[in-house]
Structures are given as structure tokens and as C-alpha cells.
Nanobody, 124 residues
Framework: QVQLVESGGGLVQAGGSLRLSCSAS????????MGWFRQAPGKEREFVAV????????YYTNSVKGRFTISRDKAKNTVFLQMNSLKPEDTAVYYC?????????????????WGQGTQVTVSS
């Protein structure tokens, strides 16, 4: 059974940094893209970033470009999201997800497995 477990969320002041981790187990995740989404209260889940199975191709939503960095450790089946210069509008539950594809999907329906989410709160 595939399991994704996020960690690293918390409370931080605006301008601060957090590093999220997502550990995947229960399957061999070669050839899978791994992504991060977030959902703020009262809003729909939105795409944040995705990384290819090779780890050398990434794609970000415009609002986080230059501030967030996605990376992965294939040997450990782990994906990371380094978040710098955090803003109050980044406050949300952050989810990692895995897509069985060589592409870099940005739509949640293209992902096959999801974690339980980790809360990120940025105070002003």
C-alpha cells in the first residue's frame, strides 16, 4: 500500500523559512512525478510545484517562483519543498502527491496518491 507522509510544517513569521518533507513508501517510485499542492481555508486545493522522476525538471506556480524550491532524493523516495520569504498568503495545508507519469502535471486529478497534509501558518 502506497503511503505518503509529510512533515516540517509549523508556524513562522513573514519572511521566514520552512522545509517540508514527504516520505513515500509501499512502491517503487521511479518514473513517477512528485508534486506539492496546498489548500487554504475556504479555497480550492491549488498546485504549488512538481518535480520529474529524474529530479532535473521542475515547474512552479507563479506565486512561489523564486521563493520555493522543490527537490527529491530518489534513493530515499523523498521529496522536499524549501520555502523561503514566506508570506501570510502562503498559509495553508500543504499536501504532497505522486503521479504515475513522465509528465509534470499541475492538476490534482492527474495525481494518484496523496499524503495527509501538513499545516503551514505564516504570521504577519
Amino acid at each position: 500500500q502506497v503511503q505518503l507522509v509529510e512533515s516540517g510544517g509549523g508556524l513562522v513569521q513573514a519572511g521566514g523559512s520552512l522545509r517540508l518533507s514527504c516520505s513515500a513508501s509501499g512502491h517503487t517510485f521511479d518514473n513517477y512525478a512528485m508534486g506539492w499542492f496546498r489548500q487554504a481555508p475556504g479555497k480550492e486545493r491549488e498546485f504549488v510545484a512538481v518535480i520529474s522522476w529524474t529530479g532535473d525538471v521542475v515547474y512552479y506556480t507563479n506565486s512561489v517562483k523564486g521563493r520555493f524550491t522543490i527537490s527529491r532524493d530518489k534513493a530515499k523516495n523523498t521529496v522536499f519543498l524549501q520555502m523561503n520569504s514566506l508570506k501570510p498568503e502562503d498559509t495553508a495545508v500543504y499536501y504532497c502527491a505522486v503521479a504515475r507519469t513522465y509528465r509534470l502535471p499541475a492538476m490534482s486529478e492527474d495525481y494518484d496518491y496523496w499524503g495527509q497534509g501538513t499545516q503551514v501558518t505564516v504570521s504577519s
